[in-house]
């Protein structure tokens, strides 16, 4: 699993689209099931499919004016500038206007209903997306790094979006009016056609010749690219390392490797794609050669009109335009179809499952929990948990006590059902966990929990978000009881100050603060607190305890630590080791048993205390 | 922005290069009308076959050649243009290993590395499209219009009408759409943030049963994203269509006042078409100029930050005096050393330091959060400079030493334990470059790392991801310990760096120090009362100040505040 989500990660950091500059002449990614994906994407946009029809009706109305435009105009001169009809001359102009408003009027009114139902249809997606994620279990945000999610419902998303917005109509645009543009050169001149279209074929071999080159370029571009800026994230975020140890110098010269192949194999990229330009340009002024020259002479054989080598000239000088558009959309969609796949993939994760048709509602909780042989592995064969019992009465505070990876937050895991247990059972009350609804199990069970999240809100949201219709004096109450009044007042608004991203401007002590208030707010029946005071110093510590055990006071409760001062005062002691309950008891039983628990407890106090 | 400028003066033959060749090719593709106009109002008119001929030749001929000026142009910008931005990015690269902490702290380290790998890419593209495009949009205007003069001066007023228009219309959107797409980005950011937030946090969400409140946070911001989104396209759906019409109906235009010019007589039918053609390269031109201005603003933006880089002035150097001999027996003094962070406000973060460790000695220090203890040990680096006071080491003020023979004297483990892509033996021989496989076993094994590092199968090959994503944090812990034990430097930090370490492996890693010869004057931070008891002074930090100090019979007899500290680990009944 995880070797595949590497590979995974490793691909996608090469992906192109990566950066604002994405798009432009990057190795493009074929998806990997095209056909199922454009039909899923279609299950978005079918929901508009009559602004769709619209929309292309539009296309039709919009290329069409637009192509008769070289025609007109070679109509004109022959009729009647050669002629010198001026009145004539004037009402084909006068319908040459009208027919590019129309045009122009069309065009608009498609880009302006496409770009609705693009954005439309794009936070549809995104919406499907965030639900995902609010159904997906807990094992599946353990098991992906966050990277590759987040990269999902951002960069792929806009992938979509982008080509949705401009490239659905511009294809077909295109397509029309290249297919219209080459009809009416046939029209006009069926020999002039074949001698323009000639150059068609040395096109097509030119740009396969220069894109494979060029991908391959862009390809060793990328990896040079990646390699590069893995360089400097890993060297400026571990900077204060790198000087410590003077690497400086040795952290330049790697950095010149990657730079020096960077740079050369940038030159070689850049060389190919910027080619194309000029190799375009080539071919349109050899058209233009082409059929001046020919024209020319076919005019003087009196095949063709003077008129109609000017229409041909616009047309042929039209027709490089849709064809070098409809290359570079080729890629853009495709890359977009693999975003989408990849959306889609994560749509398709294995939710949680629904509550049972039977769950019950828990009200009036009293906290009697029971875990009756409880056994959990994580990944298959690897056990976690072994026959784990446990009998949890009313109002009692457990501490439960281990090395770490002995199981103490795996039972935490357990009871929250962020994971379902694999045999065995655990009741609330005598209710069977998993016949209660999540919702309310959840509700009963108050959480502090070993990292701290907070949001990038005020602080007084912060706290709130343990319970939402508090009121702001119960969010003052709730931090005062936390001891996290004294310091929020101190923040440059009180309680109103917004807290920068991963709240990085408050210690990880504060933050711990912080979350106990809210956990303190929700008022749960049962209290589960893992580690929740581990970065709060303990003189600090000592003040919260006494909050705390005004808190715990009739609540059942589960307190993990490793603070041994910080699990003393439970009514019983759980210690875990390698997935089993070892010993059980108050500390001082413990201590006279002299097991497991006395020695942790003197390698910390006894060489102390003596 | 025309300070980084300075770095393409090294490649100043390609950057003269390309626009020179880059004129070759708007000269190729300004002749070609000019050409065609004579074929339909010489050849065709007098019906001269060879003429036509000999004049589709030249246009072949001409087109080649500006095919050799584009490619030549291209190949030229391509080099000047990568080898600039490699030019660049090392310059900022080792500007930032010039950096001392005082810097660093400057800049948020995602900033910093945005600025070394995307602002670059930023300003390197600039480079590469301005050699090319940005001489070939306003050479090709240019010349068109005095093409289209010399061609007929009268009908050339209709670009008096049409080119004003464009520009109004083209500067309007920009500057529109520039503000919309920016609102945009915000919008786009909030998303985002959300989404992220929802990552991170999910255990929190689900825990507080808060699903429902967060789908409604988020469907606000995907709703407004939407309803932005749905703006700013629909006003750039305005473009195309209205550049178009202004395009066709001055074609229109000049077919009628051409065609009314001609039946006077002062204008021929070919020179109509030559026209027309000039139109289309004329306003093809002044759109990319309207492209160019979006990206130069963009890439202004990355300028300014690269320069700020740049510009940073280093605050630590090596004083003229100091001497480059390192320290070595590692007596080290602090005399009334007082210290306050550059950019804090207000509040010392350290006052009245002074204490003395004797060459070999332990020196422990406790503290709560936020009382200075990590600063205290950083001055010993140089990472910092003291406001006032001094600093000896061995007797001699460590400003009086060079940076390299300081740091090449004091191993500190930081309380974040970085380790770098490459192998464990590697991230270990940081300390030592020349150190032999024995004595990065004999380190390892001193932090209690050997065993677990020879369980791998790869043992001290194994190659770590990056930020070693494959180690536990005490694992992670362990081989820093390591890679500072192996530099056998005279003093020696561990800035609570065992946190993450159980007791069991920390009391064998403190066992292990006191048995390395030759001792190292150590200096312990820590959290835990027992990880220092044993040490031969303790440092009670308080605010900044040192609270109380001495050894930890004494501090527990005579320290207030000691002792609180020991009754909140140990228990009311220790005391």
Known sequence: MSAQNRSDTERRRRRPGGGPHGGLMMPIEKPKRGRQTVGRLWGYLRREKWLMAVVFMLVLVSAGAMLSGPYLIGVGIDRFIIPGDMPGLLMLAMAMIGLYLLGAGGMWLQNHIMVGMAQRTVRDIRKDLFDTIQDLPVRFFDTHTHGDTMSRLSNDVEHVANVLNNSVTQAFNSFITIFGTITMMLILSPVLTVMTLVTVPIMAVITKLVAVRTRHYFGEQQKHLGELNGLVEETISGQRVVKVFQQEDAMIEKFSEHNDDLRDSGVKAQIFAGVVGPTMNVINNLNFAIVAAAGGYLAIQDLITVGIIASFITYSRQLARPLNQLASQFNMVQSAVAGAERCFELMDEEKEPKDDDQAVELDDVQGEVRLVNVDFAYEPDVPVLKNVSLDVEPGETIALVGPTGAGKTTIINLLTRFYDIQSGSITIDGWDIRSIRRHSLRHALGIVLQDTYLFSDSVRENIRYGRLDASDEEVERAAEMAFADTFIRRLPHGYDTVLADDAGDLSQGQRQLLSIARAILADPAILILDEATSSVDTRTEVHIQRAMVELMKGRTCFVIAHRLSTIRDADRIVVINHGEIVEEGSHRELLEAGGFYSELYQSQFERAAS | MLKIMRFLRPHWKAVLLAPLLMIAEVIADLYQPTLLASIVDVGVAAEDIPYILRTGAVMIGVALLGMAGGVGCT??????SQH??????????????????????????????????????????LVLMGLRMMVRAPLLSLGGIVMAIRINPQLSMIFLVSIPVLAVIMALLVKRGFRLFTLVQEKLDRV??????????????????????????????NDDLMDMSVQAGRLMALAMPLIMLIMNLSIVGILYFGGVQVDRGTMMVGEIMAFVNYMIHILGSLMMVAFMFIMISRAQASGERIQEVLATEVDLHDEPEAEDIPVEEGRVEFENVHFSYPQASGEPVLQDISFTAEPGEMVGILGGTGSGKSTLVSLMLRLYDPDSGRILMDGRDIRHITLDALRRSVSIVLQDAVLFSGTIDENIRWG????????VVEAADHAQADHFIQSFPHGYDSVLGQRAVNLSGGQKQRVSIARGLIKDAPVLILDDS??????????????????????????????????????????????????????????????????????????????
């Open chain 2, 75 to 80: 190949v030229a910008a391509s080099m000047a």
């Open chain 2, 84 to 125: 600039f931005g490699a030019d660049l990015r090392a310059a900022l690269f080792e500007k930032v290993q010039s950096f001392s902490f005082a810097n660093l702290d400057q800049y948020k380290t995602s900033s910093l590395i945005t600025r070394v790998t995307n602002d670059v890419t930023q300003v390197q593209n």
């Open chain 2, 192 to 221: 985002n943030n959300v989404m992220r937030e929802n990552l991170s946090g999910i255990r929190l969400i689900k825990a507080f049963v808060r699903s429902d409140h967060e789908r409604k946070r988020f469907s606000v911001s």
């Open chain 2, 432 to 439: 030592r470059p020349d150190a032999g496989t024995e004595q």
């Open chain 2, 498 to 575: 065992t946190s993450a370490v159980d007791l069991g492996t920390e009391s064998r890693i403190q066992e292990a120090l006191r048995r390395r010869e030759p001792q190292a004057t150590t200096f312990v931070i820590a959290q835990r009362i027992t990880s220092v008891m044993d040490a031969d002074t303790i440092l009670v930090l308080d605010e900044g100040r040192i609270a109380a100090s001495g050894t930890h019979d004494r501090l527990l007899a005579e320290s207030s505040i000691y002792q609180d500290i020991y009754r909140s680990q140990m228990g009311e009944e220790a005391v």
